[in-house]
């Protein structure tokens, strides 16, 4: 069964960097290279939302509007684990953000990370 456990969150002040990371086990059936990746985040109050996407082989990412120009996502496949670069994080981006694995119509989720965008 595939683990994903996200790390890297805290407490970082408006305008703000921090790298979160996404490492994943259990690829019994299929290579973590065979699975997209995505970043969702949930704000207290609101429904979870897509972050940014990130393709099998990392050679292609998708952004929400929100976080464009500003997150920068990619994979290392050969470590089974995912990267999330956040700069400029503006208090909005404050958080729990979860990492997913989807290969065809399965995906797996981590317990998440909390970020928390305070001055």
């Known amino acids: 069964q595939v683990h994903l456990e996200e790390s890297g969150g805290g407490v970082v002040q408006p305008g703000g960097s921090l790298r979160l990371s996404c490492a994943a086990s259990?690829?019994?059936?299929?290579?973590?290279?065979?699975?997209?990746l995505n970043w969702y985040r949930q704000a207290p109050g609101r429904e979870r939302e897509f972050v940014a996407a990130?393709?099998?082989?990392?050679?292609?990412?998708v952004y929400a509007d929100s976080v464009k120009g500003r997150f920068t996502l990619s994979r290392d496949n050969a470590k089974n684990m995912m990267f999330l670069r956040m700069r400029s994080l503006k208090l909005e981006g404050a958080a729990v953000y979860y990492c997913?694995?989807?290969?065809?119509?399965?995906?797996?989720w981590g317990q998440g990370t909390q970020i928390t965008v305070s001055s």
């Open positions: 997913s694995a989807i290969r065809g119509s399965k995906g797996s």
């Open positions: 259990g690829f019994t059936d299929f290579p973590f290279s065979s699975y997209a």
């Open positions: 990130i393709t099998r082989a990392g050679d292609n990412t």
